[in-house]
């Protein structure tokens, strides 16, 4: 079956709605969250990840021809190819990602599986497992369906599968996706992904840690540190099927849970 979904899901709503409370006081553009992987010894992992946003938001413009008029619920953040996360992921895919927003007292919680976007000429390249391309929706609410798209979507339900959205005309170019993800860092940040592989003992050579991609006269060493820092970007796609809110303000506790068919039910649980 296709990977149809609900357009707008409720628990998108709520997470964006939290974050921008948040943001308005501290002016970040979005707050750091708490990775949570199995290691390949079957242990706990967690670390710190800035997340990019969601696809078709912002700069992460689902292809060239993106005007701006998509969005989606499909939430990415970013890795070095050479990372312990990568492997982990690459063995187990499920995760957890936790923030605490301490200006306005909520936590969130998001469960939910990872896919992994890697450069073409990673050895670990594959095309993305995840179709994005039916987890798209317009901004602006209009109906994107043409009348094939409507009348498949309604056939699936009548069949007993989701009311979701089917967009199979929507142009979806996995690797502009990457590519303006990675754009989208600074000179520092995009340095950092040519360096050798994270958690590893530092080598001596100063000359493999540069600060920013070198601004030198020797065009081919310049592309070098560039090619390299592109071949290690890998962009992660988290495709939530839960995400668990407590906000201290009212004791309050909510549930967001994908059912099969896509749609999901919103439950109030005990804090």
């Known amino acids: 079956m296709k990977g149809y979904c609900s357009r707008d899901p409720k628990w998108k709503k709520a997470f964006v709605s ?8 501290t002016n970040e553009r979005f707050p750091s969250m708490a990775l949570s992987t199995v290691d390949l010894e079957g242990r706990p992992a967690v670390r710190m990840v800035s997340p ?6 912002g700069f992460l413009r689902i292809s060239k021809e993106d005007k701006g008029q998509w969005t989606s619920d499909i939430l990415t953040f970013c890795t070095h190819a050479q990372s312990n996360k990568v492997q982990e992921l690459l063995n ?16 969130i919680r998001c469960s939910g599986q990872a896919h992994l976007l890697f450069h073409p000429d990673n050895p670990n390249y594959s095309t993305l497992s995840l179709g994005i391309r039916h987890r798209v ?18 056939n699936c339900k009548m069949a007993g599968g989701p009311m979701g959205l ?24 995009q340095a950092w992904y040519s360096w050798p592989a994270p958690g590893r003992v530092r080598l001596a050579d100063t000359s493999l840690y540069p600060m920013s991609i070198p601004k030198i006269d020797d065009k081919a ?4 540190y560039e090619a390299n820092a592109r071949r290690n970007y890998v962009l992660i796609f988290i495709d939530v099927n839960k995400m668990d809110v407590v906000d201290l ?7 967001y849970t994908r059912r099969g068919d896509t749609s999901w039910s919103i439950t109030d649980i005990n804090p």
Not at 166 to 187: C, K, M, T
């Open 249 to 255: 303000n009212d004791s309050s506790r909510v549930l």
């Open 137 to 154: 929706w317009p901004r602006d609410g209009t109906e994107a369906e043409s009348e094939e798209e409507d009348e498949e979507r309604r």
């Open 166 to 189: 089917v967009n199979s005309s929507v142009v979806i170019d996995d690797e502009y996706i990457r590519e303006q993800a990675f754009l989208n860092h600074s000179p520092v940040i």
């Open 18 to 25: 939290y974050i921008n409370r948040e943001c308005e006081i």
């Open 221 to 224: 060493e310049v592309e070098k």
């Open 92 to 107: 187990t895919n499920d995760v957890q990602l936790v923030c605490w927003l301490p200006n306005i007292k909520v936590q």
């Open 52 to 57: 990019r946003g969601f696809v078709g938001d």
